[in-house]
């Protein structure tokens, strides 16, 4: 069985499921699992949307939730971008309030039956979500953070992405690729000659990206196309199988 078989079409981000297709995809699983993205609310430099963790998040969550019987939620929105304040449009909020926001999230999807939750991470910034997620799996909860770095180095190299994790850190060949194939109304000209390296960043939390940017762009973007976007979601819904099998097996996955 696959989440296209029992999923109604999304509008955007949004799915757009009813209470019943929830209930009949539950009925055919032995342990439901819901898919949470997290995005962010950031500058991207001047070609790419402040959306647009948001938008790779709900895109990487649509490719698990057509191949899996997954319970796809909305994306959360604005999360912890404070690298990025010294750009206009830029939103955040306290990691202590992201942290609470996926608990009760998770706690709530429980109250009905939702007993797993895999967060999808857009942003790297959100390091608190590494935290939420060994917290729950130590109280003996079901949860998973990803892409694991592992399941992105495999996607990169499928896709045969040129710029290292490393060097591609924000509105690079990756982002780029990813709306180029998921949302290409929203790229706007100009990236085909954005590209800015600096690989060293070790003062970035102290120093935040303005320390080491002009246009809010570290990476490659002009390397940046559909096909590498496509064949990326591709491998990444691939590696989730190992997470879903993780998740619904009867084995204790909150320990490990």
């Not at 929830?22 to 949470?36: C, E, F, I, K």
């Not at 962010?40 to 649509?62: I, K, N």
């Not at 997954?70 to 929105?77: A, E, G, I, S």
């Not at 999807?109 to 917290?135: D, F, I, K, P, T």
Request: aromatic share 6%; net charge negative.
């Amino acid at each position: 069985m696959t989440g296209s078989q029992t999923r109604s079409a999304g509008h955007g981000t949004l799915p757009a499921d009813t209470t019943e297709d929830v209930r009949t995809r539950g009925a055919g699983v032995s342990r439901q699992v819901a898919v949470l993205p997290v995005g962010s609310f950031e500058q991207h430099g001047p070609f790419l949307p402040l959306a647009t963790d948001t938008l790779v998040a709900c895109a990487v969550a649509r490719e698990i939730a057509a191949a899996y019987p997954v319970h796809l939620l909305p994306p959360v929105t604005i999360s912890c971008s404070h690298e990025h304040a010294a750009w206009p449009g830029t939103v955040s909020i306290s990691s202590v309030t992201l942290h609470a926001v996926i608990r009760d999230i998770a706690a709530s999807l429980r109250r009905s039956g939702v007993e797993a939750l895999v967060v999808v991470n857009g942003h790297g910034g959100n390091y608190v979500l590494g935290n939420v997620v060994q917290e729950s799996s130590a109280r003996g909860e079901r949860m998973a953070l990803f892409p694991a770095a592992e399941d992105w180095d495999t996607a990169l190299e499928r896709a045969g992405v040129v710029t290292s994790p490393l060097t591609d850190m924000h509105a690079g060949e990756i982002e780029t690729s990813v709306l180029l194939h998921a949302h290409p109304e929203f790229v706007r000209p100009g990236y085909e000659s954005g590209d800015f390296v600096a690989d060293d960043r070790r003062h970035l939390l102290t120093l935040g990206m303005s320390g080491y940017t002009d246009s809010g762009v570290i990476g490659r973007p002009s390397l940046g196309s559909a096909e590498k976007g496509k064949a990326l979601l591709a491998s990444l819904a691939e590696s989730f199988g190992a997470y879903f099998s993780l998740l619904t097996s009867d084995g204790d996955s909150g320990r490990g």
